[in-house]
């Protein structure tokens, strides 16, 4: 972390409870996640995050599915988090899962074949994603009418603590935990589906 880059409004991509999401201006194919809150009791997201990240890449996990963290940089606001920017195969920027799903711009079928392929890949590479909100995963458009789902947030664990060691040192722990977030995942999923199927708008967030 040497250059501090700074960071405006005219960067800013999206707000959550704790972390603000800029583009790189420095380079557009990366996103800048930095601690907004200056309240004491925040969990720190971004270094439960890059705990989790570097242990991932420890491990040499295969990454199709999870967007690239790149580490730590200064910025005027602070500390950030360097992700790459998942994009689709036309320059444009993806769109959240949710998205897609509140907008009916695919059909049951192939959403139901993208959440078996992520399904498949969380549990063969034995990765926790926790904050299951269907705007955690985009949809990427890698090639003309060919998607994958990929997790941009909500990996790793909500807070540190026993449960954050053991779900990286304890398989049998692990794959119990991804088990009970999958189920959570899909009912989250099944309440969106029939909400855009009811035309029950608008979504709060996409």
């Not at 720190?44 to 730590?72: F, P, R, W």
């Not at 320059?91 to 993208?114: D, V």
């Not at 990427?140 to 603590?161: H, M, P, S, V, W």
Request: glycine share 4%; proline share 1%; with cysteine.
């Amino acid at each position: 972390m040497n250059k501090t880059i700074i960071l405006d409004d005219k960067h800013l991509l999206a707000k959550g409870g704790e972390r603000a999401c800029y583009i790189n201006p420095n380079n557009p194919q990366q996103i800048i996640k930095v601690i907004y809150t200056s309240s004491k009791t925040h969990n720190n997201q971004n270094e439960l995050e890059n705990i989790y990240m570097t242990y991932l890449m420890k491990k040499k996990v295969d990454m199709s599915h999870i967007a690239k963290c790149y580490g730590y940089i200064n910025t005027n606001f602070g500390k950030g988090l360097v992700y790459e920017r998942i994009m689709d195969f036309d320059g444009t920027a993806t769109k959240s899962f949710r998205f897609y799903i509140a907008n009916k711009l695919l059909s049951k079928q192939i959403q139901e074949q993208l959440i078996q392929e992520l399904k498949t890949y969380l549990e063969t590479n034995i990765i926790l994603f926790v904050d299951t909100s269907l705007t955690n995963i985009f949809c990427q458009q890698y090639e003309k009418n060919k998607f994958k789902l990929i997790i941009i947030d909500g990996l790793g664990a909500k807070r540190t603590g026993f449960k954050f060691w053991l779900y990286r040192n304890s398989k049998f722990y692990t794959k119990y935990k991804i088990k009970r977030q999958w189920d959570k995942f899909m009912k989250m999923y099944k309440a969106d589906v029939k909400r855009a199927d009811e035309g029950k708008r608008p979504f709060t967030r996409l």
